[in-house]
Nanobody, 122 residues
């Protein structure tokens, strides 16, 4: 089992920034690709960003490209999502997820955190 715990969510004004963290425990974190997903009220969960196990490959949804940055620190068993130039439409519960394969496909991820709320006011 791999346990994932997100933190760093909160309320921010449009144009502001937040950094989400996802701390992992239980298995070898550095063996896993990591992803961030989000779910807005009344909408399906959607892909945000992914990073390979080494950190050498990253992939972003078009809606966040150029504003969000995913990174990881394998020594700290943590993956981050730096979110800049936030918009009200970024409001959602943000989840981190882990799997052996690097993907933007939600169903590929075996392990999930409980989520952290991000609210962007206009």
């Amino acid at each position: 089992q791999l346990q994932l715990v997100e933190s760093g969510g909160g309320l921010v004004q449009a144009g502001g920034s937040l950094r989400l963290s996802c701390a992992a425990s239980g298995r070898t974190f550095s063996s896993y690709a990591m992803g961030w997903f989000r779910q807005a009220p009344g909408k399906e969960r959607e892909f945000v960003a992914a990073i390979s196990w080494s950190g050498s490959n990253t992939y972003y949804a078009d809606s966040v490209k150029g504003r969000f940055t995913i990174s990881r620190d394998n020594a700290k068993n943590t993956v981050y999502l730096q979110m800049n130039s936030l918009k009200p439409e970024d409001t959602a519960v943000y989840y981190c997820a882990a799997d052996r394969k690097y993907s933007d496909y939600e169903a590929m991820y075996a392990y999930w955190g409980q989520g952290t709320q991000v609210t962007v006011s206009s």
